[in-house]
């Protein structure tokens, strides 16, 4: 029963955090805040987790291991070059949506504390590209596409899903246009994104 309530209370802080951090960012959100969302007093958040950082870590981890597996799958799949490439702009966007701060927090572990990066590198759930690059090299030589590395290929299909959250006020500034709008573009490029790749690698 002790059990089941602490895995309870967990979720719980979670959530309220996903929701904090989705609102006001690494830097906006407070611990109290959080404790506040999720109903329980400061003491009992700081005894599942010490500092706001470790909770920013586990949060993204409980992201990112729904995430992982849809990408590892896509890259691993026996569906062609054309369909992982659709289906990974579709379903990443899609999760972006939903986890807005996702990539911005990438970014900042990137360069404050790789040690957590290599950490998750190293999971037995982070997606292998194995798979991914034998398809590419085989479809390179039977000339079903034009010349290009898989690693290119993936750094180009990864930086167009990525930026548009990264710097999605600076992008909402530059066209003009509000959340909701904003929202529906990001929608439209599941498929936009997926057809300028995909026309960029054909013979």
């Known amino acids: 029963m ?3 309530k602490d895995i309870s209370a967990e979720e719980k802080i979670l959530e309220a955090a996903r929701q904090v951090f989705e609102n006001k960012g690494m ?13 329980i007093n400061k003491s009992l958040l700081h005894y599942y ?5 470790k909770l920013f870590e ?22 062609s070059i054309c369909e992982k490439i659709r289906n990974f702009s579709k379903n990443y966007t899609s999760f972006m949506i939903k986890h807005p ?5 990438i970014l900042q572990e990137l360069n404050r504390n790789p040690e957590f990066v290599k950490e998750l590198v190293s999971t037995k759930t982070f997606p292998s590209m194995k798979n991914f690059q034998t398809q590419i ?12 590395e898989a690693e290119q290929l993936f750094i180009n299909i990864l930086s167009l899903n990525i930026f548009p959250f990264i710097a999605a006020p600076l992008i909402k500034g530059f066209i003009n246009v509000n959340d909701k709008e904003y929202r529906s573009i990001l929608e ?13 690698i054909k013979i």
């Open 27 to 39: 830097s906006g959100a407070r611990m109290q805040e959080i404790a506040d969302e999720a109903k």
């Open 49 to 53: 987790y010490r500092s706001k950082q």
């Open 58 to 79: 586990a949060v993204f981890k409980t992201a990112f291991k729904k995430l992982a597996p849809q990408i590892n799958i896509i890259l691993n799949s026996d569906q």
């Open 101 to 105: 701060y996702l990539p911005n927090f």
């Open 137 to 148: 090299q085989e479809a390179v030589v039977e000339k079903k596409i034009r010349k290009i």
């Open 2 to 4: 002790i059990k089941t």
């Open 188 to 200: 439209t490029r599941k498929t936009e994104i997926a057809n300028f790749i995909i026309q960029s």
